[in-house]
């Protein structure tokens, strides 16, 4: 009866727990909320698992593995914050986040989704020219409009590497009708090591580069990661060895976390 049900945490824990409720003496009442209680938990733990597999994170990058100490620009306090999701996510707020190649950004933004996923907010995380690709072959099948549709289920899709959309994927303008769609009514996160000002070979033309710019910035919060390669300066720290200046000097100061 309880696999017709589809209770299955019920059905591995009953026995267990009715034997445990004759011994003490637990009321009726008792056992049936336990018994449900359970049920209810795991179901969400399955749920959050299933959203994990989907949101295709990228693995190990999370908010405690972040150093904050090495981009200043961004406050610890500020991205916890954003990690809970609930107001901007309601509202359909974007994250913008710039900076040169090696500065953190596809780091943050998975380990904000991550974050998400465990607050039980639905996250994609995906390459912006491998989207902007399947997107295209949803166009020339006419199935772009459901393409999009089916990506409405993703509180936040995350774009990774906007600026390095190709001229020939900018031609058919299928990133500036994701960023229409999701206007106003769903997040995005997006990261560039190019400032909007070099946007011209991601779309079209320059009014279509207007507009998506317009409507992204709207409402939106943007971090501006402008700190040296993570890498190179871990690969410096490493030949300086012990002894030397604490490697950020210059940032801690203006960091309140
Ligand atoms: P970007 O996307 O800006 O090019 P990445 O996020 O790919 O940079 O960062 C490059 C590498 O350095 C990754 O392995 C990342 O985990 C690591 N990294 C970058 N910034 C930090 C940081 N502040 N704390 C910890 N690791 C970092
Ligand atoms: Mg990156």
């Given at each position: 009866m309880l696999n017709e049900l589809r209770l299955p945490a019920i059905k591995t824990m009953w026995p267990q727990f009715s034997q445990r409720a004759d011994k003490e003496g637990w009321p009726a009442a008792r056992l049936l909320t336990t018994l449900a209680e359970h049920e209810l938990a795991e179901r969400h733990r399955r749920r959050i698992e299933r959203h994990l597999a989907e949101a295709r994170l990228l693995p190990g990058k999370t908010i405690d593995t972040f150093e904050f100490e090495a981009v200043p620009m961004v406050s610890k306090a500020h991205v916890m914050a954003l990690a809970e999701g609930n107001e901007w996510l309601e509202n359909a707020n974007n994250l913008l986040l710039f900076g040169p190649p090696g500065g953190g950004k596809s780091h943050l933004a998975s380990a904000i989704g991550l974050a998400l996923v465990e607050n039980g907010w639905r996250v994609l995380f995906a390459r912006t020219t491998d989207l902007v690709q399947k997107l295209q072959i949803a166009r020339r099948e006419l199935t772009l409009q459901a393409a999009l549709n089916r990506l409405d289920r993703f509180h936040l899709l995350i774009l990774d590497d906007l600026a390095y959309v190709t001229k020939d994927q900018a031609e058919t303008s299928v990133l500036f009708e994701l960023i229409g769609a999701r206007y106003e009514r769903r997040s995005m996160l997006i990261t560039a090591n190019q400032p909007f000002g070099e946007w011209e070979k991601v779309f079209p033309d320059p009014a279509m580069t207007l507009a998506a710019v317009d409507r992204l910035v709207h409402h939106a919060t943007i971090f501006e990661?402008?700190?040296?390669?993570y890498r190179r300066r871990q690969a410096i720290d490493k030949k300086q060895g012990p002894g030397r200046p604490p490697k950020y000097a210059t940032a801690a100061k203006t960091n309140p976390d």
């Open positions: 990661m402008n700190v040296e390669s």
